[in-house]
Nanobody, 127 residues
């Protein structure tokens, strides 16, 4: 059973940057799997913000934040990362990573496609 662990959240001032990490537990490899980052702000529904294909060639972003997000993977580290720049208070949320559980040349924003979820990491943007 693949277990995902997010890290890198915390309190950051507006305008700052964070790099969130999504790592797999044990010897399970994330290589070739499609990974999606979701977030859920207080009182709001969960939304997908970025995804990356198994090869890393395909990456998609939520339109309203795409100029500030970068998703990338490091197979040597068995991890997928999400960098968020120019953070603002609307970015305050719990960020989750999810895996589709297979080998994929594309990526998905649909949470029903995800088979494995992490427990999330909290990002709070406040002055």
């Amino acid at each position: 059973q693949l277990q995902l662990l997010e890290s890198g959240g915390g309190l950051v001032q507006p305008g700052g940057s964070l790099r969130l990490s999504c790592a797999a537990s044990g010897s399970t490899l994330l290589r070739d799997d499609g990974i999606t980052w979701f977030r859920q702000a207080p009182g709001k529904e969960r939304e997908a913000v970025a995804c990356i294909s198994g090869s890393g060639v395909v990456a998609n972003y939520k339109a309203s934040v795409m100029d500030r997000l970068t998703i990338f993977r490091d197979d040597a580290e068995n991890a997928v990362y999400l960098r968020i720049d120019d953070l603002n208070v609307e970015d305050t949320a719990v960020y989750f990573c999810a895996a589709r559980g297979g080998s994929f040349d594309d990526c998905s924003f649909d949470d029903v496609d995800m088979k494995h979820w992490g427990k999330g990491t909290l990002v709070t943007v406040s002055s």
